[in-house]
């Protein structure tokens, strides 16, 4: 591995490389510009599911899309992140990836026998999302650029999708809100690439504010924006991307799914979040004779809890209170919920040992980032610890970055 795949990715790019890019592959000027951020969970770990709580930040690392309107219907996509020319697909006739190919390579996207790669699924899932729902669009041309790292868990698929939903509502002049644009990115991830991701991300990419978390309640989708100013307090919140994805993790994910379900079932409510954490001692005793189902319960009822705790300090302009809950929050999901993973606990061991305030995994787990809040003063030693562990543990190179807590999707130009 060379030094520089190990670099920490850098959150800055401005929207005049983007549409130097966009007259370069479509030949004429775009008609705007618009960016949405990858994001981090703070806490609220396999909560969207269970129609709990979750508490994301936008990254300042975005997405950038430059868009031109067509008039023939022509769906045209080119991302700079990706070898390989224009995506051309046409908009009256695109088809979900079939599901057992999904994400990775949903390499029949399109009529007509074109192969379209597997990402452009994602911006062209939202097109058909939004022509679904009755919207009135049309063919465009895209061009994206993106400091989003992809598939570490910061959501890179999310700020794709609200990125591509943000452009079309302005082309098209459709004049959908935010949130109104989070489900049909949602949508397109669900329906046309195969991804049951719940609402977290592209809510996040499509509503935060900068110096703020995002509370969202999943059932509802009531959200509110939290201070999160933690430059502000002295502290730091670091990204850890473990640069690994292990496999089992589709397969994991549906297991714990299906199990919350049935916790839900036994215990007679619609959710687990409906599973009052005064009532949780109770609620375990009822799960006595199926461990498994118990210890995904108490995961979910305690992390609602953390959620609801964190805001409370958060709230009260204290950062630094949350650290034993991220950290707990953590071990829950180790323990009780096992998502984890050799290099996300060697991650959080190693930088809670060097003085960090608290660290988790964030996301779905068995590989991706994890997420650690320290005093400015000691982020560089818990950087350096963290990456002297990976090495000793012959782990590849962990890329380390701060993670300011930025905007929004919004339009640049
Ligand atoms: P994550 O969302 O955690 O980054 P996912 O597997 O959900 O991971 O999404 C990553 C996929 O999204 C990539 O493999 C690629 O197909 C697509 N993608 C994300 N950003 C871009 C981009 N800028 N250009 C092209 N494809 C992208
Ligand atoms: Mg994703």
Known sequence: MTAHEAAAPAAEHGAAPTEAAFRAVHGAAPA??????????????????????????????????AAAPRTDGILRLHSGN???????????????????????????????????????AYPAGVVRAMREAGLPVGGADLHFDSTVPTGAGLSSSAALEVVTALALNDLYALGLAPQRLARLAQRAENAFVGVPCGIMDQTAAACATEGHALFLDTRDLHSRQVPFDVAAQGLRLLVVDTRVKHELGDG???????????????????????????????????????????????????ENRRVEEVVAHLDAGDIRAIGPLLTAGHASLRDDFA????????????????????????????????????????????????????????HTAPRIFTAVPGPGARRLA
């Open 32 to 65: 705007g510009i618009w960016a949405a951020p990858g994001r981090v969970n703070l806490i609220g770990e396999h909560t969207d599911y269970n129609d709990g709580f979750v508490l994301p930040l936008a990254l300042t690392h975005t997405t950038i899309a």
């Open 82 to 120: 990706v070898d390989g020319g224009i995506v051309e697909l046409r908009t009256d006739d695109l088809r979900p990836a079939p599901r057992d190919t999904a994400a990775r390579s949903a390499s029949t996207w399109g009529g007509d026998g074109r192969r379209a790669e597997g990402w452009a």
């Open 252 to 302: 994991a994910y549906a297991e714990r799914r299906a199990g919350c379900e049935r916790g839900a079932r036994v215990l007679g409510v619609p959710a687990l979040r409906d599973v009052p954490y005064a009532q949780l001692t109770d609620a375990l005793a009822m799960l006595a004779d199926a461990p498994d189902i118990r210890a995904l319960v108490r995961h979910v009822v305690t």
């Open 339 to 394: 998502v984890s993973c050799a290099e996300l606990d060697l991650a959080v061991d190693a930088a809670l040992a060097a003085g960090a305030v608290g660290a988790r995994m964030t996301g779905g787990g068995f590989g991706g980032s994890a997420i650690v809040l320290v005093d400015d003063v000691q982020a560089d030693a818990v950087d350096a610890a963290v990456t002297a562990a990976f090495a000793a543990a012959g």
